[in-house]
């Protein structure tokens, strides 16, 4: 017989339990990098004939509606105690992705900006509602000294199959990419719905404390710094992420890199970023997790400024190869902390609202109100370096930031 580990589930269960996390959440962001925050730009700029103005429009009724109905569900998810229970959340995710399935084919038959619009509220609807349950799966399904690698795999694994697959950023190849991905889980959700295997793969929980200290709350309920700060830098990272890459895709940079033609070109970007995500995973276990927002915030300043020196002046072709692999490590060090951070620094009864307030507003919001700016910088003829240059500076702006909270971390420890 299989010994007992100390969350209380025998070896074997311990794995299948990880590897069922990985592969729902890897899922879930591939879906989300490339159907979402891609296709949808490309079904309203070039299908639709949008002006960029409407498509930021639609994105940010996005990142609204998704953020409004993220705080809505992690609450209900508490007030329900539904955030210790695997099976419901098994059931809920499940009914979700299936419909999200039907949703992703429904947006071929998008014709103008209204229909545009009301699908993009549909759609915020079911990603703000499986938001609180996908990410919890960590509290549930892995114990909280290897939750960092398994977060790091999930960067790893969503990011490498985003970096291969589609060929083409194009809609038409985002809808049979998504639909291939989220299939294969909507069946492995619907199998784990049923109680006797979902029960099994959950196992039974012995150890409910959170997996990192601070908490996130104090006795009276009241919101760390810990907690704040870890919001607040999430928040920057993923806004100078996406309000960079957005232009960075537009240009002439891409080519050579996320889209080149070369498929060992495009298999380094993957095969980095499957380094970076474990490298990641293994700093977070091990650290603070300031110090990975310090290495995210340095590479991406480093990135973007390096992207502004070859627009202004011409740099080094050597330099052409390093740009876009900087800024894949960077990419990576965040995600894992986003994917680690809330169902880490949460308890089964708090782990909806955790993850709701840490997803929904230091990664959602952020994603897509940056996503609505750099259309609009876009639209604004800002030229590519200097609005490169203007996220440079945040990048270092919130690295200072970094270096504050975590002084302040570390004065109070």
């Known amino acids: 017989m299989d010994s007992t580990s100390p969350a209380g589930r025998t070896p074997t269960k311990a794995a299948v339990a990880f590897a069922v996390y990985v592969s729902v959440l890897t899922a879930a962001y591939y879906y989300n990098l490339t159907f979402i925050q891609l296709g949808l730009t490309d079904l309203?700029?070039?299908?639709?004939?949008?002006?960029?103005?409407?498509?930021?429009?639609?994105?940010?009724?996005l990142a609204l509606v998704t953020l409004c109905t993220t705080l809505v569900s992690g609450y209900l998810m508490d007030r329900l105690g539904v955030g210790a229970n695997p099976l419901s959340k098994f059931r809920v995710l499940f009914g979700i992705v299936v419909l999200q399935v039907a949703t992703t084919y429904a947006v071929t038959a998008v014709t103008s900006f209204e229909q545009f619009l009301t699908w993009i509220a549909l759609c915020s609807l079911l990603l703000g509602t499986a938001i609180p349950?996908?990410?919890?799966?960590?509290?549930?399904?892995?114990?909280?000294?290897?939750?960092?690698?398994?977060?790091?795999?999930?960067?790893?694994?969503?990011?490498?199959?985003?970096?291969?697959?589609?060929?083409?950023?194009?809609?038409?190849?985002?809808?049979?990419?998504?639909?291939?991905?989220?299939?294969?889980v909507a069946l492995l959700l619907g199998v784990l719905s049923v109680p006797s295997i979902g029960d099994w793969v959950s196992g039974s929980r012995t150890d409910d404390s959170p997996g990192r200290q601070p908490v996130g709350v104090t006795q009276s309920g009241m919101l760390t710094a810990a907690f704040v700060g870890g919001v607040v830098l999430l928040f920057g990272a993923f806004f100078v992420d996406s309000l960079g890459f957005v232009r960075i895709i537009e240009s002439e940079y891409v080519e050579a890199s996320w889209q080149s033609s070369e498929l060992g070109t495009r298999l380094l970007i993957a095969m980095t970023h499957v380094i970076g995500g474990l490298a990641a995973g293994v700093a977070y276990a091990k650290l603070r997790y300031h110090w990975l927002f310090v290495a995210t915030f340095v590479l991406f300043a480093a990135a973007q400024f390096l992207y502004v020196y070859d627009a202004a002046v011409g740099g080094p072709a050597a330099l052409a190869a390093v740009r876009p692999l900087l800024y894949v490590l960077a990419v990576s060090c965040y995600t894992t902390v986003a994917f680690a951070l809330w169902p880490d620094l949460a308890t089964p009864d708090r782990v909806g609202t955790y993850t709701a307030v840490g997803i929904g507003i230091g990664g959602w919001l952020a994603t897509f109100t940056s996503t609505a700016a750099a259309l609009v910088s876009e639209r604004a003829e800002i030229a590519l370096e200097v609005h490169l240059f203007i996220v440079g500076s945040v990048s270092v702006a919130f690295l200072l930031i970094t270096g504050v909270l975590m002084y302040r971390a570390v004065q109070t420890a």
């Open 133 to 184: 349950f996908a990410f919890s799966l960590l509290l549930d399904l892995v114990r909280p000294g290897i939750r960092g690698y398994a977060a790091g795999a999930v960067a790893g694994c969503a990011f490498f199959l985003a970096a291969l697959f589609p060929f083409e950023w194009t809609i038409e190849s985002f809808v049979p990419s998504a639909v291939a991905v989220l299939a294969p």
């Open 44 to 61: 309203g700029l070039e299908r639709l004939g949008l002006s960029p103005e409407r498509v930021a429009v639609g994105m940010g009724v």
